[in-house]
């Protein structure tokens, strides 16, 4: 019965990731290219544990960020997966090429948010089903924010992690970088976007901000190591200040758990 449902759902979700992907006017979305979090620091092995990257396959190639939710789910952004047939998953990696080990992904295994809006990035969410990992020190699953303690987050403190662009120029660098970040208000990012309520603002000073490459990767409050936000898209450059915004956890989280119970 389970795989049944299973395979329901992956037909039907593989078909939405496919549905034409439009950018939002006034914002990129944070992919492609070998790019990372513009002015960070350098992660150490075993900091962020549950951060995966994958690289992606279809006729281009793009590099994402993704959050271990449990021994075979991961949770990345959705407007990583259109168009793309297959990929590769790094975990326990903080330098190309030096992951403790990786999966291959096909598009079959993409399950993104039934009501994803690629024009607003609304609910740019997406699941992807992964073979079995043992979690380590160095490979482990984060907790998900929840509507009852983490409903208004207006400043807290987050980190922002990824292998995303370190300027706006495509420098190259093979490292894990992480910022901290502080929560804000909603009206911030409703001055710069079409900012949506399943989002989160992020406000950024000293050019510290998640860049092209980042997409997908995890916003994670200090207070309680919770996963409360997914990288979703900013404004043309990473080093203006102007705030990022994040797909909000708590706005999804009935939907990530309804996933998640296809199949554990
Ligand atoms: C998924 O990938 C396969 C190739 O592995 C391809 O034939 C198929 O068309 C892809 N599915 C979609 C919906 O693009
Ligand atoms: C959210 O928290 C902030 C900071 O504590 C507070 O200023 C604001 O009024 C709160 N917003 C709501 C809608 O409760
Ligand atoms: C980020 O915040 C954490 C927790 O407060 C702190 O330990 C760390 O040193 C900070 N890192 C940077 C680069 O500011
Ligand atoms: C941010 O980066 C830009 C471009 O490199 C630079 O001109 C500016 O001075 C930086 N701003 C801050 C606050 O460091
Ligand atoms: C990077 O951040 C530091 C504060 O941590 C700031 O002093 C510096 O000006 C920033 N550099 C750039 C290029 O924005």
């Not at 992907?21 to 492609?32: I, R, W």
């Not at 300027?167 to 990012?189: F, G, H, K, M």
């Not at 979703?232 to 996933?259: E, H, L």
Request: glycine residues 8%; charged residues 20%.
């Amino acid at each position: 019965m389970k795989a049944i449902k299973l395979l329901l759902l992956a037909i039907f979700a593989s078909a939405l990731a496919f549905k034409e992907f439009v950018k939002g006017s006034k914002a990129v979305d944070l992919y492609n290219g070998n790019e990372r979090i513009t002015n960070g620091t350098l992660a150490v092995r075993g900091q962020f544990p549950y951060l995966v990257r994958f690289r992606l396959f279809g006729e281009r190639v793009s590099e994402c960020g993704g959050s271990i939710l449990s021994s075979i789910w991961v949770l990345t952004a959705a407007h990583c997966l259109p168009g793309k047939l297959y990929g590769d998953m790094y975990f326990g990696e903080i330098r190309s090429k030096n992951a403790r080990f990786h999966h291959r992904i096909y598009n079959h295994s993409f399950i993104p948010h039934p009501e994803y809006d690629g024009k607003t990035s609304h609910n740019d969410a997406a699941m992807i089903i992964i073979p079995r990992i043992t979690f380590s020190k160095y490979v482990n699953k984060i907790q998900l924010a929840n509507e009852a303690k983490h409903a208004n987050l207006t400043g807290w403190r987050a980190f922002i992690a990824g292998w995303g662009r370190v300027s706006d120029d495509p420098a190259q660098s093979r490292d894990l970088y992480y910022t901290n970040v502080t929560i804000a208000d909603d009206e911030l990012c409703e001055a710069f976007y079409n900012f949506q309520p399943s989002q989160l603002c992020v406000s950024t000073v000293h050019n510290q901000s998640s860049c092209r490459g980042d997409s997908g990767g995890p916003l994670t409050l200090h207070k309680g190591n919770f996963l409360a936000g997914i990288t979703s898209y900013s404004g043309p450059s990473c080093m203006n200040n102007a705030p990022q915004v994040f797909t909000r956890v708590t706005k999804i989280d009935a939907w990530i758990r309804n996933v998640m119970d296809i199949a554990s």
